[in-house]
């Protein structure tokens, strides 16, 4: 698709698959009509999220005195609007005691890295760059 | 709120909730998904138990 295709009101439009798949994980796809990859998407990521939570994984903050540090919280960032959540409620903050909690921040990160990419392919499917 | 799986559970389901977003993002239709999906999922707990026995031997 040409770029003057996108031109416009439909630019910001595109643009809100983008976002909105961010905050929440599918609704990028929603917003494409793909219900059951919207539905599979939002149940991976959020309960792999979830279950790193639970695992007493690290939610990691905003620094800059520490690369890793850094680049944790990016990819924790990516669970949108769960990262927020759980910065609210106090969550991921606990020291690290038990083998399964490096698990854990794992795979809230991971979550994240997962949730950018499922925002990205609803991006591509709303442009057309991507075959639905 | 706690959960404390075994080390290959966490594998497992690691590999399972990544093949299912490596196979909807990857692939564009639902045959190439599945079939991506479970290649994905194949390779994450075949690498990681032979990366475990090797780590076993090597240990020996």
């Given at each position: ?56 994984g ?67 499917l ?7 | ?30 045959r ?29």
């Amino acid at each position: 698709m040409a770029d003057s295709d996108l031109a416009g009101g439909k630019r910001a439009a595109f643009s809100f698959a983008l976002v909105a798949g961010w905050l929440i994980p599918g609704a990028g796809h929603l917003l494409t009509r793909h219900w059951v990859r919207a539905l599979l998407l939002f149940l991976s990521i959020t309960t792999m999220f979830w279950l790193g939570i639970a695992m007493q994984g690290k939610l990691y903050q905003p620094n800059t005195d520490d690369p890793l540090g850094m680049l944790g919280f990016l990819g924790d960032l990516g669970t949108g609007v769960f990262y927020f959540v759980g910065n609210v409620l106090g969550l991921g903050r606990a020291a690290v005691q038990v083998a399964t909690a490096d698990y854990g921040t794992k795979f809230v990160v991971v979550a994240g890295l997962l949730n950018f990419i499922s925002a990205v392919d609803a991006h591509n499917l709303r442009i057309g760059r991507k075959a639905a | 709120m706690s959960f404390a799986p075994s080390h290959f559970a966490a594998v497992l389901l690691f590999a399972t909730f990544t093949s299912v977003v490596f196979g909807i993002t990857q692939r564009a239709t639902p045959r190439a998904m599945v079939r991506y999906g479970l290649y994905c999922w194949s390779l994450f707990v075949a690498v990681t138990i032979g990366a475990s026995w090797l780590m076993f031997l090597v240990r020996r």
